[in-house]
């Protein structure tokens, strides 16, 4: 399966929305297949965005999981890429030079962004 970034932002903004800490078993979100909110839940909890309980097997393979929050690192994300103007400027800077959307690469066009839209027209 491929990552999708923009499942990645709504996910982020699906648990910052909640207001309990209870997990979640059935995520629905509109345009996107159960089988890949699950798969890209299991990638965002092993890269540190979403808290959950790990379902494993025996020999420890992961194969599920019962999400109940955003960590740190995932509030952090989500504020780089809240502002649909960011957002919209990120994603047409990374196509018109072929990027691959990373968390990294979106990461550091963020803050980039952010940083010259505080800076404007302070040193003028």
């Known amino acids: 399966m491929r990552r999708d970034i923009e ?3 709504s996910i982020l903004e699906y648990f910052e929305a909640k207001t309990d800490f209870h997990h ?3 995520i629905v979100i509109d345009g996107y297949s159960s089988n890949l909110i699950k798969y890209h839940l299991q ?3 092993e890269a540190g965005f979403i808290n959950a309980e790990p379902i494993q097997s025996q020999k420890g393979r992961l194969y599920s999981l ?3 929050r955003l960590t ?3 509030h952090e994300f989500l504020d780089t ?3 649909k103007k960011t957002w919209s400027r ?3 800077i990374v196509q018109s030079k072929g ?3 990373s968390f990294e690469v979106i990461k550091k066009l963020a803050d980039k962004l952010t940083e010259d839209d505080l800076t404007k027209g302070l040193f003028s």
């Open 43 to 45: 990638i965002m909890y």
């Open 7 to 9: 499942l990645v932002k």
């Open 81 to 83: 890429i809240r502002s």
């Open 66 to 68: 019962l999400p109940f």
């Open 90 to 92: 990120i994603k047409s």
């Open 72 to 74: 740190w690192q995932g």
């Open 24 to 26: 979640e078993e059935h």
């Open 99 to 101: 990027l691959d959307l």
